[in-house]
């Protein structure tokens, strides 16, 4: 295949800002260069430096007024939940028995989970995410849905079938043997096909009994480089009712620590009201938090408090959570973190942001060799920002000259219009226009 220099202004992040301070956690060429070769990015830098050693054979495209970043990369997402976006009225626990459980268990029909599959990906891309780790239904159909649909665009994707052996309704629940069963055929299936991951995917505690919290640990064992994905302390009755269901341990997060569900690629949703210990535990364990911002908004759930998981050295990456988070953009999503941090008094610099939405995301996802970055050998997933996206928009970044402020307004006032085009594997795979 042929070899592409992409010309325009291009950002990538280097670190968290909160190590490496925000001069240096980023770089960024104002008219600068990447050149795609075989789906990898094959070279990075001002075009002026570039251009010259192009071989002759090169196309190069041009986009003006519009900003180069790696893929976005989504830590936590239903996509089950896509047809119940926007649910009212009430908080988590009555939000899953009334809205999202019933929308579930129509994932027992293979025809419906294609079908959703694929107007989830599309929003994804329309949204610039190129990366996500998603939840399916107890279903195994879902998730053999979901993977074909991923692998036929070429994405780097994490998910997995649902766990989930006890109060939920009947048409949603598995049992310990069939869950463990249906897992492993899925992981057999899908596990490092192409740019696929399986993700063992207890729903939350109050879901498993602790005979199946014990194979979700047993599966992890049993595998190399599989994930763990699940919500945790979210919201205070939810917290309240793990401790009713499990008195023996010493909070909630000790209910999956129990079960050796901590570790590297272990990725814990929400992650609102934890204490010092838990977050120390999370830290010393290599696990990871998806901050997810619009939902904790729209449940009532809480404001996460990104500097203590930033003290603590957790990992953190960004999450929308749909459907109990309200955008699959991620720039309202940041939108929606910045004022989180305002709410209890802190700032979110847009450095911080950028950094959440790819590299931190990666790292939070132990990819960040391969994706969530612009670094030379890495997976040309990419997308083009577009600083016209909307009349208010192009006004307002006339004023606005600095990179840090066009990158505020971006997160402030961007969503899916402001994604000109997705690349994946250095494939275009969506394109607004
Ligand atoms: N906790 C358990 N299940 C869910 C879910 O589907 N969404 C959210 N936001 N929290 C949960
Ligand atoms: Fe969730």
Redo the contacts with the bound molecule.
């Keep these: 295949s042929g070899t592409i220099a992409y010309r325009a202004s291009i950002l990538d992040s280097l670190g968290d800002p909160a190590e490496l301070g925000l001069e240096n956690s980023y770089r960024y060429f104002e008219d600068g260069m990447m050149v795609v070769q075989d789906g990898r990015i094959l070279a990075l830098g001002e075009a002026a430096e570039i251009m010259p050693g192009l071989s002759s054979g090169t196309t190069i495209r041009h986009y003006e007024d519009a900003l180069i970043t790696p893929g976005f990369i989504d830590t936590h997402i239903?996509y089950p939940?896509t047809g119940m976006i926007a649910s009212y009225g009430e908080q988590?626990l009555d939000w899953?028995e009334n809205y999202?459980f019933p929308a579930e268990q129509k994932f027992a029909d293979p025809a419906h989970a294609e079908q959703v599959s694929e107007i989830f990906i599309n929003e994804l891309l329309r949204n610039g995410t190129t990366t996500a780790l998603v939840?399916g239904t107890v279903h195994p159909q879902s998730v053999d849905a979901f993977f074909s649909t991923a692998e036929k665009h070429n994405l780097r994707m994490i998910a997995g079938k649902v766990m989930m052996d006890r109060n939920a309704p009947k048409a949603l629940t598995d049992t310990p043997e069939s869950g463990y069963r249906d897992s492993k055929a899925l992981i057999e299936r899908w596990h490092g096909k192409g740019r696929l991951h399986y993700a063992v995917t207890p729903?939350?505690a109050p879901?498993s009994s602790p005979e199946q919290l014990a194979t979700a640990g047993q599966l992890l064992r049993e595998h190399e480089g599989l994930y763990m994905h699940t919500?945790l302390s979210?919201n205070r009755n939810?917290i309240e009712w793990v401790k009713e269901l499990f008195p023996e341990q010493s909070g909630y997060l000790d209910v999956y620590d129990h079960h050796n569900l901590l570790g590297k690629r272990s990725v814990f949703?929400?992650g609102v009201h934890l204490c010092d210990e838990e977050c120390q535990r999370l830290a010393e364990t290599d696990s990871a938090i998806a901050f997810?911002p619009t939902?904790n908004l729209f449940?009532g759930s809480g404001l996460f408090n990104l500097p203590q998981a930033e003290q603590h050295k957790i990992k953190v990456g960004l999450g929308t959570?749909v459907g109990?988070g309200t955008s699959f953009s991620m720039l309202q999503t940041l939108n929606e973190a910045y004022k989180v941090m305002q709410l209890q008094g802190s700032k979110l610099h847009p450095f911080k942001s950028f950094y959440l939405a790819t590299l931190g995301g990666a790292r939070a996802l132990e990819l960040d060799q391969q994706v969530g970055t612009l670094e030379p050998g890495s997976e040309a997933d990419f997308l083009v920002l577009d600083y016209n996206a909307t009349p208010l928009m192009s006004y307002r970044m006339q004023q606005a000259k600095s990179l840090d402020e066009r990158l505020f307004v971006l997160m402030t006032l961007g969503d899916d219009r402001a994604v000109k085009e997705t690349f994946a594997m250095g494939r275009k795979i969506y394109s607004r226009d």
Aim: glycine letters at 0%; proline letters at 0%.
């Design positions: 239903h939940q988590l899953l999202t939840f729903r939350f879901t919500h979210e939810e949703a929400h997810c939902s449940l959570d109990a």
